[in-house]
Protein backbone atom coordinates (compact mmCIF):
# COMPACT_ATOMS: atom_id res chain seq x y z
CA UNK A 1 0.00 0.00 0.00
CA UNK A 2 1.17 3.29 -0.84
CA UNK A 3 0.57 6.57 0.94
CA UNK A 4 -0.32 9.62 -0.67
CA UNK A 5 2.90 11.77 -0.17
CA UNK A 6 4.86 9.42 -2.29
CA UNK A 7 2.36 9.64 -5.55
CA UNK A 8 2.67 12.90 -8.20
CA UNK A 9 -0.78 14.15 -8.98
CA UNK A 10 -0.83 12.52 -12.46
CA UNK A 11 -0.72 9.00 -10.45
CA UNK A 12 -3.10 9.47 -8.61
CA UNK A 13 -5.53 11.02 -11.28
CA UNK A 14 -4.88 8.08 -13.20
CA UNK A 15 -5.50 5.62 -10.91
CA UNK A 16 -8.98 6.96 -10.06
CA UNK A 17 -9.66 6.95 -13.77
CA UNK A 18 -8.56 3.17 -14.14
CA UNK A 19 -10.21 2.08 -10.97
CA UNK A 20 -13.40 3.88 -11.52
CA UNK A 21 -14.03 2.29 -14.81
CA UNK A 22 -13.50 -1.06 -13.76
CA UNK A 23 -15.56 -0.21 -10.82
CA UNK A 24 -18.15 0.81 -13.02
CA UNK A 25 -17.72 -2.19 -15.25
CA UNK A 26 -17.83 -4.40 -12.03
CA UNK A 27 -21.39 -3.14 -11.12
CA UNK A 28 -22.25 -3.70 -14.67
CA UNK A 29 -21.34 -7.17 -14.84
CA UNK A 30 -22.45 -8.39 -11.31
CA UNK A 31 -25.52 -10.97 -10.91
CA UNK A 32 -27.28 -8.45 -8.61
CA UNK A 33 -30.56 -10.86 -9.07
CA UNK A 34 -28.64 -13.69 -7.94
CA UNK A 35 -26.98 -11.56 -4.80
CA UNK A 36 -30.25 -10.39 -3.99
CA UNK A 37 -32.25 -13.66 -3.75
CA UNK A 38 -29.81 -15.58 -2.82
CA UNK A 39 -29.42 -15.26 1.12
CA UNK A 40 -25.74 -17.70 0.85
CA UNK A 41 -24.65 -15.42 -1.86
CA UNK A 42 -25.06 -12.22 0.15
CA UNK A 43 -23.54 -14.00 3.24
CA UNK A 44 -20.31 -14.75 1.37
CA UNK A 45 -20.21 -11.91 0.30
CA UNK A 46 -20.26 -9.68 3.18
CA UNK A 47 -18.08 -12.36 4.71
CA UNK A 48 -15.47 -11.56 2.04
CA UNK A 49 -16.16 -7.89 2.78
CA UNK A 50 -15.26 -8.23 6.26
CA UNK A 51 -12.21 -10.74 6.20
CA UNK A 52 -10.38 -8.34 3.27
CA UNK A 53 -10.71 -5.28 5.78
CA UNK A 54 -9.59 -7.52 8.59
CA UNK A 55 -6.50 -8.85 6.48
CA UNK A 56 -5.36 -5.60 5.21
CA UNK A 57 -5.45 -3.97 8.79
CA UNK A 58 -2.88 -6.77 9.80
CA UNK A 59 -0.29 -5.17 8.35
CA UNK A 60 3.34 -3.13 8.43
CA UNK A 61 3.69 0.48 8.28
CA UNK A 62 7.01 2.29 7.15
CA UNK A 63 8.16 5.55 8.21
CA UNK A 64 8.92 5.88 4.09
CA UNK A 65 5.26 6.03 3.39
CA UNK A 66 4.69 2.05 2.43
CA UNK A 67 2.86 -0.41 3.76
CA UNK A 68 2.83 -4.60 3.07
CA UNK A 69 0.15 -6.76 4.27
CA UNK A 70 -1.16 -9.99 2.77
CA UNK A 71 -4.03 -9.20 -0.47
CA UNK A 72 -5.80 -12.38 -0.31
CA UNK A 73 -7.95 -11.62 -3.17
CA UNK A 74 -7.54 -14.64 -4.85
CA UNK A 75 -9.29 -16.95 -2.87
CA UNK A 76 -12.39 -13.77 -2.56
CA UNK A 77 -12.29 -13.76 -6.43
CA UNK A 78 -12.80 -17.12 -7.00
CA UNK A 79 -15.59 -17.25 -4.08
CA UNK A 80 -17.56 -14.39 -5.98
CA UNK A 81 -16.24 -14.21 -9.32
CA UNK A 82 -14.46 -11.05 -10.13
CA UNK A 83 -17.28 -8.77 -10.56
CA UNK A 84 -18.06 -9.04 -6.97
CA UNK A 85 -14.59 -9.59 -5.76
CA UNK A 86 -13.90 -6.36 -6.97
CA UNK A 87 -17.08 -5.05 -4.84
CA UNK A 88 -15.98 -6.51 -2.03
CA UNK A 89 -12.61 -5.23 -1.88
CA UNK A 90 -13.42 -1.95 -2.69
CA UNK A 91 -16.14 -1.59 0.46
CA UNK A 92 -13.15 -3.28 2.28
CA UNK A 93 -10.90 0.17 0.97
CA UNK A 94 -13.53 2.15 2.21
CA UNK A 95 -13.72 1.05 5.42
CA UNK A 96 -10.32 1.61 5.78
CA UNK A 97 -10.17 4.85 4.45
CA UNK A 98 -13.47 5.53 7.15
CA UNK A 99 -10.91 4.38 10.18
CA UNK A 100 -7.83 6.27 8.90
CA UNK A 101 -5.82 3.70 7.68
CA UNK A 102 -6.44 4.93 3.71
CA UNK A 103 -6.34 8.09 2.18
CA UNK A 104 -9.20 8.74 -0.03
CA UNK A 105 -6.85 10.25 -2.70
CA UNK A 106 -4.58 7.12 -3.22
CA UNK A 107 -7.73 5.01 -3.05
CA UNK A 108 -7.47 4.75 -6.94
CA UNK A 109 -3.90 3.41 -6.96
CA UNK A 110 -3.72 1.06 -4.60
CA UNK A 111 -6.97 -0.07 -5.97
CA UNK A 112 -5.59 -1.12 -9.06
CA UNK A 113 -2.26 -2.42 -7.20
CA UNK A 114 -3.64 -4.33 -4.88
CA UNK A 115 -7.82 -5.23 -6.29
CA UNK A 116 -7.44 -5.03 -10.17
CA UNK A 117 -4.02 -6.73 -10.59
CA UNK A 118 -5.09 -10.03 -7.93
CA UNK A 119 -8.27 -10.29 -9.56
CA UNK A 120 -7.43 -10.00 -13.39
CA UNK A 121 -4.45 -12.75 -12.82
CA UNK A 122 -7.04 -15.17 -10.66
CA UNK A 123 -9.35 -14.47 -12.94
CA UNK A 124 -7.23 -15.59 -16.24
CA UNK A 125 -5.68 -18.30 -14.78
CA UNK A 126 -8.94 -19.57 -14.05
CA UNK A 127 -10.39 -19.07 -17.51
CA UNK A 128 -7.36 -20.73 -18.29
CA UNK A 129 -8.35 -23.92 -16.50
CA UNK A 130 -11.58 -23.82 -17.81
CA UNK A 131 -10.69 -23.76 -21.55
CA UNK A 132 -8.00 -26.66 -20.81
CA UNK A 133 -10.83 -28.64 -18.64
CA UNK A 134 -8.03 -30.73 -16.25
CA UNK A 135 -9.43 -33.42 -14.41
CA UNK A 136 -7.28 -33.56 -11.78
CA UNK A 137 -8.09 -31.59 -8.36
CA UNK A 138 -4.86 -30.95 -7.57
CA UNK A 139 -4.04 -28.98 -10.70
CA UNK A 140 -6.86 -26.89 -9.80
CA UNK A 141 -6.08 -26.34 -6.23
CA UNK A 142 -2.26 -24.91 -7.52
CA UNK A 143 -3.16 -23.11 -10.76
CA UNK A 144 -6.03 -21.17 -9.28
CA UNK A 145 -5.55 -21.15 -5.56
CA UNK A 146 -1.53 -21.10 -4.97
CA UNK A 147 -0.03 -20.07 -8.40
CA UNK A 148 -2.09 -16.76 -9.33
CA UNK A 149 -1.12 -15.26 -5.84
CA UNK A 150 2.08 -15.71 -5.61
CA UNK A 151 1.86 -14.59 -9.29
CA UNK A 152 -0.39 -11.54 -8.35
CA UNK A 153 2.35 -10.75 -5.73
CA UNK A 154 5.20 -10.45 -7.99
CA UNK A 155 3.30 -7.91 -10.42
CA UNK A 156 1.95 -5.83 -7.47
CA UNK A 157 5.38 -5.48 -5.79
CA UNK A 158 6.65 -4.84 -9.47
CA UNK A 159 4.17 -2.19 -10.32
CA UNK A 160 4.32 -0.59 -7.32
CA UNK A 161 8.06 -0.10 -7.25
CA UNK A 162 7.20 0.89 -11.39
CA UNK A 163 5.49 3.69 -10.15
CA UNK A 164 7.33 4.98 -7.28
CA UNK A 165 10.40 5.29 -9.62
CA UNK A 166 8.13 7.04 -12.38
CA UNK A 167 7.51 9.70 -10.05
CA UNK A 168 10.21 10.21 -8.52
CA UNK A 169 9.26 10.25 -4.81
CA UNK A 170 10.79 7.79 -3.08
CA UNK A 171 14.69 6.66 -4.05
CA UNK A 172 15.34 2.85 -4.84
CA UNK A 173 17.15 0.98 -2.31
CA UNK A 174 20.63 0.26 -2.83
CA UNK A 175 20.12 -3.44 -2.63
CA UNK A 176 17.89 -3.40 -5.48
CA UNK A 177 19.75 -6.11 -7.44
CA UNK A 178 19.28 -8.40 -4.04
CA UNK A 179 15.51 -7.39 -4.08
CA UNK A 180 14.39 -11.17 -5.84
CA UNK A 181 14.79 -13.14 -2.46
CA UNK A 182 13.14 -10.64 -0.83
CA UNK A 183 10.21 -10.93 -3.15
CA UNK A 184 9.93 -14.61 -2.50
CA UNK A 185 9.60 -13.82 1.42
CA UNK A 186 5.93 -12.48 0.53
CA UNK A 187 5.54 -14.71 -2.68
CA UNK A 188 5.16 -17.81 -0.77
CA UNK A 189 2.97 -16.75 2.55
CA UNK A 190 0.59 -14.80 0.63
CA UNK A 191 0.39 -17.77 -1.71
CA UNK A 192 0.04 -20.38 1.33
CA UNK A 193 -2.67 -18.41 2.66
CA UNK A 194 -5.02 -18.27 -0.63
CA UNK A 195 -3.65 -21.98 -2.02
CA UNK A 196 -5.11 -23.16 2.05
CA UNK A 197 -7.93 -20.92 1.37
CA UNK A 198 -8.87 -22.54 -1.64
CA UNK A 199 -8.25 -26.12 -0.10
CA UNK A 200 -10.63 -25.92 2.52
CA UNK A 201 -13.32 -24.49 0.37
CA UNK A 202 -12.98 -27.29 -2.51
CA UNK A 203 -12.83 -30.18 0.84
CA UNK A 204 -15.93 -28.37 2.71
CA UNK A 205 -17.50 -26.25 0.64
CA UNK A 206 -17.11 -26.58 -3.22
CA UNK A 207 -20.65 -25.70 -4.48
CA UNK A 208 -19.55 -21.97 -2.98
CA UNK A 209 -16.65 -21.73 -5.38
CA UNK A 210 -18.11 -19.73 -8.51
CA UNK A 211 -15.00 -21.29 -10.68
CA UNK A 212 -15.08 -24.66 -9.57
CA UNK A 213 -16.36 -27.94 -11.58
CA UNK A 214 -17.84 -30.66 -8.84
CA UNK A 215 -18.68 -33.01 -12.11
CA UNK A 216 -15.23 -32.79 -13.73
CA UNK A 217 -12.84 -32.84 -10.60
CA UNK A 218 -14.84 -34.79 -7.64
CA UNK A 219 -17.16 -37.28 -9.48
CA UNK A 220 -15.20 -37.68 -12.83
CA UNK A 221 -12.31 -40.54 -12.07
CA UNK A 222 -8.62 -39.06 -13.17
CA UNK A 223 -6.84 -41.37 -15.70
CA UNK A 224 -3.23 -41.54 -16.14
CA UNK A 225 -2.83 -39.85 -19.62
CA UNK A 226 -5.48 -37.40 -19.67
Not at 19 to 44: M, N
Not at 49 to 54: N, V
Not at 65 to 94: E, K, M, R, Y
Amino acid sequence: MISIHLLSPSSTFFGWLIYGLALTWAGVRSPWIELFSDTRKQHLFFGAMLSIFLLWLVRRDFESGLSIHFIGLTAVTLLLGWPLAILAAFAAQIGLTATGHLHLGVLGVNGVLLVLIPVLITEACASLLERTQPRNLFVYIFFAGFFPAALATLLCVTASLGILWVDGQLPMPPWLEDFAGYIWLIMFPEAFINGTAVTALVVLCPEWLETFNRSRYLQTPWKEGE
